[in-house]
């Protein structure tokens, strides 16, 4: 885990390239945020990561399971990944917040309460499917 003083923040905005240029606006003073839009390389970017704020999608939070990345859910969309969300925050593999205000000091305080941290990488791993691929196969050949 690095020091959260030291922090650099690398936001992902896909396709919305009106969101993409505000937030290059709006931090393009500020050498600690990066605003990226497409990119092929998430896993790489998750791979540098010690925290992945995000919606709880399936495939980004498949992502992060593989990845042993925790995460941080923002409730964005509501109801159609609520499953999702409350399946991985009972997992104690994520925490969630429903206010973003509270976001950048619900990231401080995971990054700086190592037990906590620790355990939530902990319960990544346990759910971390290491022969998924095998498990998928071997199930469709049933």
């Not at 030291?6 to 937030?23: A, P, Q, S, T």
């Amino acid at each position: 885990m690095n020091d959260v003083k030291d922090g650099h923040i690398r936001v992902v905005c896909g396709k919305n390239e009106k969101l993409k240029r505000k937030l290059q606006k709006e931090f393009e003073d500020n050498p600690r945020v990066e605003v990226l839009g497409y990119i092929n390389n998430i896993d790489k970017l998750m791979d540098e990561a010690d925290v992945f704020i995000t919606k709880p999608g399936g495939i980004s939070t498949t992502e992060a399971v593989n990845k042993i990345l925790p995460m941080l859910f923002i409730n964005i969309l509501g109801a159609c990944e609520d499953y999702n969300k409350q399946y991985f925050v009972d997992l104690g593999c994520a925490k969630t917040l429903d206010d973003i205000k509270d976001l950048s000091k619900e990231c401080y305080n995971l990054l700086n309460n190592e037990e906590e941290y620790k355990e939530i990488m902990d319960n990544l791993k346990g759910l971390k499917k290491y022969n998924s691929a095998k498990i998928i196969f071997e199930t469709m050949a049933e």
